[in-house]
Nanobody
């Protein structure tokens, strides 16, 4: 059974950086797409960054140039490097995975993803 575990969240000042990690366990070896999503209480979950199994990356407009998604296949981990953090980046961040292929137009939508981590809180405040 595939499981995802996020870590690396915390409380930081505006303009600083964080790196979120997502550790994958129980993987079957099939190709997969992965993504980072955020959710603010009372609002819908939304895509932040996604990585297709062929290597294509997509970012939400709000984080382009500030966030970087990457994967280390040797240790089955997904990362989200977040630079120049803003107060509006405050949210719970979730790692998600889909075994197989997702169309590029769907990569930043939460609907296709079947496997989710428990989330990690990121708070950006002065």
């Amino acid at each position: 059974q595939v499981q995802l575990l996020e870590s690396g969240g915390g409380s930081v000042a505006p303009g600083t950086s964080l790196r979120l990690s997502c550790t994958v366990s129980g993987w079957t070896g099939r190709p997969y797409c992965m993504g980072w999503f955020l959710q603010v209480p009372g609002e819908a979950r939304e895509g932040v960054a996604a990585l297709h199994h062929v290597g294509v990356t997509l970012y939400a407009d709000s984080v382009k140039g500030r966030f970087t998604i990457s994967r280390d296949k040797s240790i089955e981990s997904l990362y989200l490097r977040m630079d120049a953090l803003k107060p509006e980046d405050t949210a719970i961040y979730y790692c998600a995975a889909f075994q197989g292929s997702i169309s590029y137009s769907q990569l930043l939508r939460p609907d296709p993803y079947k496997i989710w981590g428990q989330g990690t809180q990121v708070t950006v405040s002065s």
